[in-house]
């Protein structure tokens, strides 16, 4: 970043010295462009109750099981939330709004205290940050700023702010149940073995990841990404924010805003999913929007293989009539690549498809 701008947009936005934006690094949009977003597209949005997936009868957790198959497939996301109390399974509210109020802690720190977590690489398992990778962008930064942790097999956590490692770990633990829970029904969906699949790619010790993002406010919102239009590595993630919006996801080649229903997570599935599915179901496209009225702040799980799990179509999926589109590559070079890029839609996916099948999707 220019050397007479702030280290981050939290410090840019804070400083007030700015009623217009510096352009030469942070407009990435075209304001004359008409508008790409479908509102009627929003109320189609799937939704998934986790209650029927952990607690319902047999019945009920296969149509829950038929509606996650049909979300991923048609969608790549949807909103899971508990419509009835389940013991032992979900995150409570309190603890999903303590993490929120923990990450806002950590992003209200000094900035000489979070500078110390910028890190030196991409697998470094703290590390804080702005933009997605101001290394590889050329000439445009996003109005974003992050911190990044690995959080199993191994937990790592800031030391600042007090509270936040105890409300981390519980929220960790948390999430990647949600996430095994769903992985567990999408497998169902697809008729693959839980058991095979977890052996396959090593889900006991899945490199999941913990990421929040604060996007405060812009003063030309309408010029710039909080994120630029990309999908997420891994298996699946589940985000959940404040009570301000800002994500948008792609369906059918148009935009849709997405508002969450009360106590939800927004679940999305990531690359790995569709590479292990050989295209059945896919990672969708999803982008972050600014604004100029209110700090919106998101936190987020990736659940993932292990980082040296080859991740390949499984066998089950792979037919003459629907050979291999992906060929294998570690989740760790898959991440080293993905995020020591810049943010480009699919660019790291389509590095690994198959050209003779390009025609299968």
Avoid at 8 to 30: C, H, I, N, T, W
Avoid at 102 to 129: C, H, M, N, Q, S
Avoid at 304 to 332: F, H, I, K, N, Q
Wanted: glycine share 6%; proline share 7%.
């Amino acid at each position: 970043m220019a050397a007479d701008l702030p280290n981050s947009v939290k410090q840019l936005s804070d400083s007030g010295a700015f009623s217009s934006l510096p352009l030469q690094l942070y407009a990435s949009r075209d304001p004359t462009a008409p508008s790409d977003v479908d509102a009627t597209l929003e109320p189609q949005i799937p939704t998934i109750d986790l209650s029927l997936l952990t607690g319902a009868t047999p019945r009920e957790r296969a149509r829950m099981v038929q509606r996650l198959g049909r979300a991923c497939q048609d969608w790549g996301f949807f909103m899971a939330r508990t419509f009835r109390v389940v013991v032992n399974h979900g995150v409570p509210e309190g603890l999903r709004q303590a993490m929120l109020e923990a990450a806002k802690k950590f992003f209200d720190l000094e900035e000489e205290d979070k500078e110390e977590l910028r890190g030196e690489t991409v697998l470094d398992p703290i590390r804080y940050g702005t933009s997605f990778n101001p290394k590889a962008e050329v000439g445009v930064r996003y109005w974003r700023d992050f911190l990044k942790l690995a959080v199993h097999p191994d937990f790592h956590s800031p030391a600042k702010p007090l509270c936040f490692s105890d409300v981390l770990r519980d929220y960790a633990t948390c999430t990647r149940r949600v996430g095994m829970e769903l992985l567990k029904g999408i497998w169902e969906s697809l008729d693959l073995e839980e058991n095979d699949m977890n052996k396959a790619l090593k889900l006991d010790s899945c490199f999941q990841v913990f990421v929040a993002n604060l996007y405060p406010p812009c003063p030309q919102p309408e010029l710039v990404f909080g994120l630029p239009p990309h999908s997420d590595l891994g298996l699946l993630t589940l985000l959940h924010q404040n009570g301000v919006d800002g994500l948008d996801v792609e369906h059918g080649g148009k935009w849709v805003h997405v508002k969450p229903l009360p106590g939800s997570f927004l679940v999305n599935a990531g690359d790995h999913m569709q590479i292990v599915t050989n295209g059945r179901y896919k990672s969708t496209l999803h982008r972050a929007m600014a604004n100029g009225k209110s700090t919106r702040v998101s936190v987020l799980t990736v659940v993932g293989p292990s980082l040296d799990t080859v991740v390949e179509p499984v066998a089950a999926l792979v037919s003459s009539e629907r050979p291999a589109m992906y060929r294998g590559w570690s989740y760790r070079q898959f991440l080293e690549c993905h995020q020591g890029n810049q943010l480009k839609e699919k660019a790291v996916l389509e590095l690994l498809r198959c050209r003779d099948h390009e025609d299968v999707i």
